[in-house]
């Protein structure tokens, strides 16, 4: 096993595993404030095994901005990096990102 560190946390590496996770929900400020919608509800679908999942349900790991990782392979899904002036969003590891809408919204 080796070790990451981004000065603040040390996270053990095995294979595809890095340990010190929080759930799509702790992370759903930061990419909804870049989405403008509620990001926890938007269902991603990882472009490596074709799992589908809610955003609150993938593994999301906090270093070098935020990474979103798939709950079945632990492919990358989501990358966010923000600066006082700008977000930068990451989107390349999902094959595709459906966003439901609200009832009533015109189709």
């Given at each position: 096993m080796?070790?990451?560190s981004d000065g603040d946390h040390i996270y053990g590496v095995k294979g595809n595993?890095?340990?010190d996770?929080?759930?799509?929900?702790?992370?759903?400020g930061p990419f909804s404030e870049a989405l403008g919608i509620d990001a926890t509800t938007?269902?991603?679908t990882c472009a490596q095994c074709a799992?589908?999942?809610r955003f609150a349900e993938t593994r999301v790991y906090d270093g070098a901005g935020l990474v979103s990782r798939c709950p079945e392979c632990m492919s990358i899904l989501a990358r966010l990096v923000r600066t006082p002036t700008d977000a930068w969003l990451d989107l390349r590891g999902a094959r595709s990102v459906r966003v439901p809408l609200s009832a009533g919204t015109p189709q």
């Open positions: 080796s070790t990451i595993h890095v340990g996770y929080i759930d799509g929900n702790g992370a759903g938007v269902v991603l799992h589908a999942s």
